[in-house]
């Protein structure tokens, strides 16, 4: 078993830096006015969890509930309820999981497959916007470290979580 390797005294300036950035990131995206701008250009009247929900479904195959809250890092009763919402809504439907009938994945309808792709679509029009500026290798490099930072910070998670699911080594007194 692998040991967690220790944390630093403190994060270099660059690694501040960026985590600066990601929480302003994370917060212009998460304001309540900026997602309802996007689905009234979309035209898809969906709550921000809605949203992530469909996302998720949207870049992977179908899958199970639990599946989705863990990708998520949200309750499974979140996801149900959502489900839920969604399924009366038309964007989602359940199949059953092929693996194990007893189960059921969740997949998009055509219409939640077309709302996904206006979501997407607006957003990345506001961004191309906002990008206008920037050199077409100026955004590939981004779009290149951005992808693996998610790639680093999901295999950091996938470790951690296995960690701390291990059992903890025996100690003994007096080392």
């Known amino acids: 078993m692998s040991t967690p ?9 660059e690694v501040i830096e960026i985590e600066r950035a990601l929480t302003r990131i994370s917060y212009l995206i998460s304001r309540a006015r900026q997602h309802d701008r996007l689905m009234a250009l979309a035209g898809v009247p ?20 639990g599946e989705l809250a863990n990708r998520l890092a949200v309750e499974a009763s979140h996801v149900t309820r959502q489900v839920q919402q969604l399924m009366k809504a038309g964007y989602v439907t359940r199949v059953p999981d092929p693996d194990d009938r007893r189960a059921q994945r969740i997949q998009l309808t055509p219409t939640g497959q077309e709302a996904v792709r206006r979501i997407r679509e607006s957003s990345a029009r506001g961004m191309q916007l906002a990008l206008a500026d920037w050199s077409p290798e100026e955004l590939r ?35």
């Open 5 to 13: 390797s220790p944390l630093p005294d403190s994060a270099s300036t």
């Open 141 to 175: 490099q981004l779009a290149t470290l951005f992808h693996r930072m998610v790639d680093d910070f999901l295999s950091y998670a996938e470790t951690d979580a296995t960690q701390e699911a291990a059992p903890a080594a025996p100690t003994t007194a007096g080392q």
């Open 46 to 65: 969906l709550d921000r969890a809605a949203v992530a929900l469909l996302r998720q479904i949207a870049d992977s195959e179908p899958m199970r509930p």
